[in-house]
């Protein structure tokens, strides 16, 4: 864009410390005119050009912001896109008469970056006052042990560095490892001995609901008749059969069968605290 350099009688031409005074970087150009232009116009085509040109001349800061913020886990270019998304919502919302863009800008851009990471970034879910914590966290632990021969800072030494109790420093603490997660197929021991994170993994194991189970029937088997018990404990723990059972007690199969059925539904009704027939207690 080209741009009136000439200056009237008796103006002094801007010198190169006034430029240095009123820009921080080389990547803030003057584009007070274009924003001038830009809070006057309606939208359109003619305005979103003017937009457009906003952005372009702006696009090296929020790239410069965006570099602060390599090696940490996210690509250069996806954070260049992230800064190029706030610098296009720092466009939109700016109002020239409140003062420099740059001024306005930078926390906007740079809050965007730092909501990507807090948002998108972290393997699993974490509230943001935990993110807040490991933050707070990373950085004290980085002041304390930044001379040389510094030993690995305590929780308590963290805590009185940081001002956070020993409980929220130990939140913090384990925040750290929670950035990114490690695959389940992931070796943890090499060679032909080894083993996956998948392999430590326990399973469900049946029996504590058969524990539960029993201890749940205990009481109303021992309410029921000693015959109806007698007659369970054969059927179930020595596994008798119903003719057995019937030749034993010198009853028909058909009544061991009925015994058997009114016993459990009577224990089954107890445990699920219904009246007999299925109405409830």
């Not at 560095?161 to 197929?185: I, K, N, P, W, Y």
């Not at 021991?189 to 029993?214: F, I, K, M, N």
């Not at 201890?215 to 369970?232: C, M, N, S, W, Y």
């Amino acid at each position: 864009m080209l741009t009136d350099m000439s200056t009237s009688p008796g103006t002094p031409a801007p010198t190169a410390a006034g430029a240095s005074a009123r820009r921080n970087h080389d990547d803030a150009p003057d584009t007070a005119e274009l924003f001038a232009r830009l809070s006057e116009m309606e939208d359109g085509p003619e305005r979103d050009a003017v937009r457009d040109e906003l952005v372009t001349a702006w696009l090296p800061m929020a790239h410069r912001i965006a570099g602060r913020f390599r090696d940490r886990g996210e690509s250069v270019e996806d954070l260049r896109q992230v800064a190029a998304l706030g610098l296009v919502k720092a466009i939109d919302r700016f109002d020239p008469s409140r003062g420099a863009f740059e001024s306005y800008a930078v926390p906007t851009i740079t809050g965007e970056v730092k909501r990507h990471f807090r948002d998108r970034m972290w393997a699993l879910r974490v509230p943001r006052r935990v993110q807040e914590l490991r933050n707070r966290v990373r950085v004290a632990r980085r002041e304390l042990t930044q001379n040389p021969g510094s030993a690995e800072p305590s929780v308590a030494d963290l805590a009185a560095h940081t001002g956070l109790s020993e409980e929220e420093v130990s939140a913090g603490l384990e925040a750290l490892e929670s950035f990114s997660t490690l695959s389940l197929d992931a070796e943890l021991t090499s060679g032909e001995d080894g083993y996956s994170l998948a392999d430590t993994l326990g399973a469900a194991d049946a029996s504590y609901d058969v524990v539960v189970d029993r201890e749940a029937a205990k009481e109303g088997l021992r309410r029921l008749p000693e015959r109806e018990r007698a007659i369970l404990y054969m059927r179930f723990f020595e596994d008798m059969t119903q003719s057995r059972i019937a030749d034993k007690l010198g009853i028909s199969q058909m009544h061991v069968s009925r015994l058997i059925s009114r016993s459990c539904a009577r224990v089954r009704d107890e445990v699920l605290g219904r009246r007999p027939g299925g109405g409830p207690v």
